[in-house]
Every structure is written in structure tokens, then in C-alpha cells.
């Protein structure tokens, strides 16, 4: 059974603005992969503990897209946060400490 899937807002409006088809393209293509396999991207530690992340390359910049698996009572894949590489860890740091 595939897990559910849940977009938090920050992603969702990064993810809404993106223009270019491939791109939009890479990034569903991750997100697909996370429901096939959700322990394929990195898990962090520290503040950042439970929080995996995948690198997304394109057109000679890096993007990250972080998640969270939710296990109970069925399992439940939940996008962060997405965006460029730049700052990104401040930033999904910040948000964190508002979840």
C-alpha cells in the first residue's frame, strides 16, 4: 500500500510558482520515488532530527525537498519544505520551530 502523501504550505507555494516544466518534472519525479521508498533521501540530525532531505539538480542549481514519514496509524510521507539550496536549512530550521 503506498503512503499517504501530505504537502505543508511553504512547499506547496514553492512548488506552485515553478514556471519550468522540467523542473516541476524533477520535482514530482522525487516525490514519486519518496512514496515508492521513503528512506531514500538523507535523514538529518540534530535540530533537523526526523527530517530527511533529497537533492534535486537542475540547470546548474542545486534544490532541496525535506520530508518527514509520519508511521502511525498509517503511513504518511509529509513535504516541508522545498526549494533552492541557498538558505535552506535556516529556513526549514525556522519553520520547524513553528510546527
Known sequence: MRPK???LPPAAHFLKKLKEKQLKDLFRKT???ILIDPYIGESKSG???GIFC???YYNKTSYELAYTIVET?????????AGTRENFYEELKRYMKTL
Open 47 to 49: 535540530d533537523l532530527s
Open 54 to 56: 533529497c537533492d534535486i
Open 73 to 81: 496509524p498509517t503511513e504518511t510521507i509529509v513535504i516541508v519544505l
Open 31 to 33: 516525490v514519486d520515488e
Open 5 to 7: 502523501l501530505v504537502i
